[in-house]
């Protein structure tokens, strides 16, 4: 048997054969890029805000956030884009905050008149909170000459908002409250209409007064013919 032994793996210098090399984890990518897209949201949405839609640009955006524009555009066709998405997620997270979900509906307490007002004047106070309404009157505005986003801006929130009314409303047929001949489409249309109305036009100040008074309204045309 030869005494020559075939050389095993050299050893680095300093470590010894049982030391193992720390694990080192590659950067997460995933948190990098939420962070970059929650500062793009904060940047479209104080921009918005504090200069109007029109001046707001994805290089106002980008310089904003700290980010590339081609970061903006690899997720973004457009500053639009941006701002839908942005104002997604901050209904989203003043729902959370509210501790609601996703499928939050209005109210059924049994009395229809004291949901409602609930849900406008929660309305209101949102259309009245600065946070909202600038980024609001935007994406309706854009959406005029957007079709592709007017539809986005219904499909993903205006819609799922206007269906809390409908079943709402379809309850209160069914107990007896509203009309069962009515469309429950324009019955919600008699409430939300004349406040986005008002909103939309500044004509005059939205006050809880005035939801309130939209409800009664509302419900004397809806209530059962006798």
């Given at each position: 048997?030869?005494?020559?032994?075939?050389?095993?793996?050299?050893?680095?210098?300093?470590?010894?054969?049982?030391?193992?090399?720390?694990?080192?984890?590659?950067?997460?990518?995933?948190?990098?890029?939420?962070?970059?897209?929650?500062?793009?949201?904060?940047?479209?949405?104080?921009l918005v805000s504090e200069a109007g839609y029109a001046k707001t640009?994805?290089?106002?955006?980008?310089?904003?956030?700290?980010?590339?524009?081609?970061?903006?555009?690899?997720?973004?066709p457009s500053k639009a884009a941006v701002l839908l998405d942005?104002?997604?997620?901050?209904?989203?997270?003043?729902?959370?905050?509210?501790?609601?979900?996703?499928?939050?509906?209005?109210?059924?307490?049994?009395?229809l008149a004291a949901d409602l007002?609930?849900?406008?004047?929660?309305?209101?106070?949102?259309?009245?909170?600065?946070?909202?309404?600038?980024?609001?009157?935007?994406l309706a505005a854009e959406g005029i000459v957007n079709p592709e986003l007017g539809a986005r801006f219904v499909e993903r929130l205006l819609e799922p908002q206007l269906q809390y009314y409908v079943r709402r409303i379809e309850t209160a047929q069914a107990a007896g409250d509203?009309?069962?001949?009515?469309?429950?489409?324009?019955?919600?249309?008699?409430?939300?209409?004349?406040?986005n109305h008002r909103w939309l036009h500044r004509t005059l100040p939205l006050t809880h007064a005035y939801a309130d008074t939209l409800v009664d309204y509302a419900l004397r045309g809806l209530a059962p013919r006798t």
């Open positions: 048997m030869s005494d020559t032994q075939t050389p095993g793996p050299k050893t680095p210098a300093g470590q010894t054969p049982e030391t193992k090399r720390p694990d080192t984890k590659a950067p997460d990518s995933s948190r990098r890029s939420e962070r970059s897209r929650r500062a793009i949201y904060d940047a479209a949405l104080a640009t994805i290089e106002g955006i980008a310089a904003r956030a700290g980010v590339g524009k081609q970061t903006i555009y690899r997720w973004w942005a104002f997604l997620d901050l209904a989203a997270q003043a729902n959370e905050a509210l501790g609601g979900d996703a499928d939050s509906e209005i109210p059924d307490t049994g009395d007002r609930y849900v406008l004047r929660a309305t209101v106070d949102e259309l009245n909170n600065p946070v909202y309404d600038a980024p609001s009157r935007a509203i009309d069962p001949d009515v469309d429950p489409r324009i019955a919600l249309e008699l409430l939300v209409g004349p406040l």
